[in-house]
């Protein structure tokens, strides 16, 4: 039998289940995008380093309390952190100890460091699942938990705006007035409430879910902005504390937010520095920016290992009751 041309016609075309989604594709071009800014900023900061660099030799620390004192923020700011995340599974039912979920989050916070800014979720949803937590159940939480962060940064960052309404005019770059920058935070604050209740509506969950969260990362913003203004008055560089809690809050949100930005590296310090610079000079600006990126990642790394010992410990210490219960001795 002769076999037509047809017969030996194979398709090129690409099957419909690998064609990418709009939304994949959506994805993907916002994840260029945080690249190109990521790029950008560390662009920028090599840049502005290498023309200040005269002026960031010329910087040192003259204060080393003040330095302590900005580590041992930071490193308390780690606990009301990872205390912000087992509460919003408390309050979806999801029996799960204090001390078993600030272990995790010690833990899987160091994976904010790796490429896409993600990994910290995925590994503590890994870890929590040894703990009986269901992958759906942490996936929820973390929806939860980014919303209260968003919250409560809007919420510090407005009330020290209202402490300080001159912090506004610096925040924005002298582009707007007090007025008109504190107007920009409310309304954040009320986009937030907003997005907050119609997610909660739709889980069918109660405020408090979200009020826990809110208030510890309320806390650790503090911390961590009055650790950042410690290190500023480290290398006798002085700032309104308002001012500085406010803008490592604007640094914060941005770095975070921008997709694929490892802990917001390089997009944080080129706010920091864009911020800093016109108040304190641009060494000092630099010098601290830097050096609160090494100090933020020492002090990560060091809680990580304390957290991994500790969970070990724990599991350790939890085997050998279960041994001991299980021994005809302990049955009597």
């Not at 520095?273 to 000079?281: C, E, K, R, S």
């Not at 990126?293 to 060091?302: F, I, P, Y």
């Amino acid at each position: 039998m002769t076999k037509s041309p047809a017969m030996y016609h194979v398709s090129l075309q690409r099957p419909d289940s690998l064609t990418p989604s709009p939304a994949r594709r959506g994805v993907r071009a916002l994840y260029w995008l945080g690249a190109l800014l990521l790029a950008a900023s560390l662009i920028f900061v090599a840049a502005y380093a290498h023309r200040n660099w005269a002026m960031l030799a010329q910087v040192s620390i003259s204060n080393s309390k003040m330095l302590v004192l900005a580590i041992l923020l930071y490193a308390v700011s780690h606990f009301s952190t990872a205390l912000s995340w087992p509460f919003v599974l408390r309050g979806m039912s999801i029996p799960v100890s204090l001390r078993t979920g600030v272990q995790i989050g010690f833990v899987s916070q160091i994976g904010k460091y790796l490429p896409g800014n993600v990994a910290h979720y995925f590994g503590r949803a890994t870890l929590a699942a040894n703990s009986g937590v269901p992958l759906l159940s942490s996936g929820t939480s973390t929806a939860v938990e980014i919303i209260a962060a968003l919250f409560a940064a809007a919420i510090v960052g407005a009330t020290a705006l209202v402490i300080d309404p001159e912090a506004a005019q610096f925040l924005a770059l002298r582009l707007m007035n007090a007025f008109q920058a504190t107007t920009t935070i409310l309304a954040a604050l009320a986009a937030g409430v907003l997005a907050l209740g119609t997610y909660l509506y739709w889980k069918r969950y109660s405020i408090v879910v979200v009020l826990a969260p809110t208030l510890f990362l309320a806390v650790s913003f503090t911390l961590s902005g009055l650790s950042f203004a410690a290190l500023l008055a480290s290398i006798d560089a002085t700032s309104p504390t308002a001012t500085i809690i406010a803008l490592f809050v604007v640094a914060w949100v941005i770095g975070f937010i921008v997709p694929g930005a490892p802990a917001g590296i390089g997009i944080r310090e080129a706010i920091l520095i864009g911020f800093l610079a016109p108040q304190i000079g641009g060494g000092p600006a630099l010098a601290c920016s830097l050096l609160h990126r090494v100090l933020t990642a020492g002090v990560d790394a060091a809680v990580a290992i304390f957290g991994y010992t500790w969970l070990h410990l724990s599991k350790k210490k939890k085997s050998a009751k279960d041994v001991l219960s299980g021994s005809p001795t302990s049955q009597g």
